[in-house]
């Protein structure tokens, strides 16, 4: 049986990877500036997640949400604790997508309303609520189309306003800081002036926090820098450390009952046992501040590029914006110089999203092989 095929891939098979790197077959070592789509959080393989996971599999590795798990009121009071959302409770489930789906059907059951607003290049995931909020019309089935979503320029109030006082949308569903669509991010005032619209006409905030969150940004999620308080947060990607795991903040103020959200995996001991070691690590090696740290280091040596046209997003959550296609230049990085980048739905964009252990002297391996590489396209 072959696989469907519906990755391109690079020619590249990582055997191991440790903290930063990861090494191929051969042994060749690459640096990891982009932790498999800003999945890896605490770096690769990091020895006390190696450990509690281990310990966790081979005592109780699954069972349902039919019984008691005090694993999951350990996550929920240790993500309290990081980031200070004193208001809201948890539903862990699976991943991106799932998180947004059940944001979005949450604010539909809580408004009683079925329209969702959403932004121009923005990415939510692939299922079914979530793929019709993103701005990808390739990726949306029929089936998917019948549900109602207005998309509207990132930041635009009039419309937003405008369409909120029709008074039928459930959700305005944003990312805070884009990832796949090239790290845009609208302003204070605008976060603001959504949060303030969508009580004025019955519908949630949910802020996407599935790339930002977990301490990404420098801040434990991105909305913090804006002073808001959305309805529903969204989580997934850097919060197992590749582990698969996933969840919702919600607000006090939208109910649960029994039989409301459900899911068999979700919320799982491996699951929880991987999330709450992500926790711990980002606490006890003070995480958020290298976060801060090395952006700054990181955003001040490209500044020094030339062929750097903008440098996007915040901590390490960063684009680098050049006035030509990246494509040959990040295939260059991979082959040449052995560092794995990302890219965005901007043809023009490297994306960075590195483990936040990442270190100065990493960003200075890069910087020279990046300025190498430049050189190159040059002749
Ligand atoms: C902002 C955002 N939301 C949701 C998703 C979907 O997450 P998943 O692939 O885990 O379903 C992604 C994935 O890239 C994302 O970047």
Redesign the pocket.
């Known amino acids: 049986m072959s696989l469907f095929n519906v990755y391109p891939l690079f020619d590249i098979t990582p055997v191991k990877a440790k903290d930063v790197y990861v090494y191929d077959e051969n042994g060749t070592q690459y640096l990891d500036l982009y932790g498999g789509?800003?999945v890896i959080s605490i770096g690769h393989s990091h020895p006390t997640y190696v450990e509690k996971l281990q310990k966790q599999v081979a005592t109780l590795g699954f069972y349902s949400n039919s019984i008691q798990n005090p694993l999951q009121e350990a996550l929920a009071e240790k993500l309290t604790k990081l980031s200070k959302c004193e208001s809201y409770e948890l539903f862990l489930c699976n991943?991106?997508?799932?998180?947004?789906e059940n944001a979005i059907k949450l604010a539909s059951f809580h408004t009683g309303k079925h329209k969702i607003v959403a932004f121009k290049n923005s990415?939510?995931?692939?299922t079914s609520a979530?793929v019709v909020a993103t701005d990808n019309p390739k990726i949306v089935a029929p089936v998917n189309a019948q549900q109602a979503v207005e998309f509207i320029e990132f930041g635009d109030v009039n419309a937003l306003t405008d369409i909120l006082a029709k008074g039928d949308v459930c959700a305005v569903i944003t990312?805070i800081i884009q990832?796949?669509g090239g790290l845009d991010e609208a302003t204070t005032e605008f976060y603001k002036t959504a949060e303030t619209l969508c009580q004025k006409f019955g519908s949630l905030l949910i802020a996407?926090e599935?790339?930002?969150g977990f301490g990404r940004t420098g801040d434990f999620f991105a909305f913090q820098k804006h002073g808001i308080e959305p309805d529903i947060i969204?989580m997934?990607?850097g919060m197992g450390n590749g582990f698969p795991i996933?969840g919702i903040l919600i607000h006090h103020k939208i109910k649960a009952s029994f039989g409301l959200l459900g899911t068999t995996f979700g919320g799982n001991h491996l699951a929880c046992t991987a999330s709450l070691c992500v926790l711990e690590t980002i606490e006890n090696e003070n995480l958020l501040q290298n976060v801060e740290e090395v952006s700054s280091y990181f955003i001040n040596k490209t500044n020094h590029i030339s062929e750097i046209k903008n440098i996007k997003g915040r901590g390490l959550m960063l684009g680098l914006e050049f006035d030509f296609p990246i494509a040959e230049l990040r295939k260059d990085l991979i082959y040449n110089h052995h560092i794995f980048t990302g890219s965005s739905k901007n043809p023009n964009l490297l994306r960075i999203l590195p483990s936040l252990t990442l270190k100065k002297e990493h960003v200075d391996v890069f910087i020279d092989a990046l300025t190498k590489a430049l050189e190159l396209q040059k002749v």
């Open positions: 789509h800003a991943s991106g997508a799932e998180a947004n990415f939510h995931g692939r979530a990312e990832g796949v996407d599935v790339q930002s969204s997934a990607k996933g």
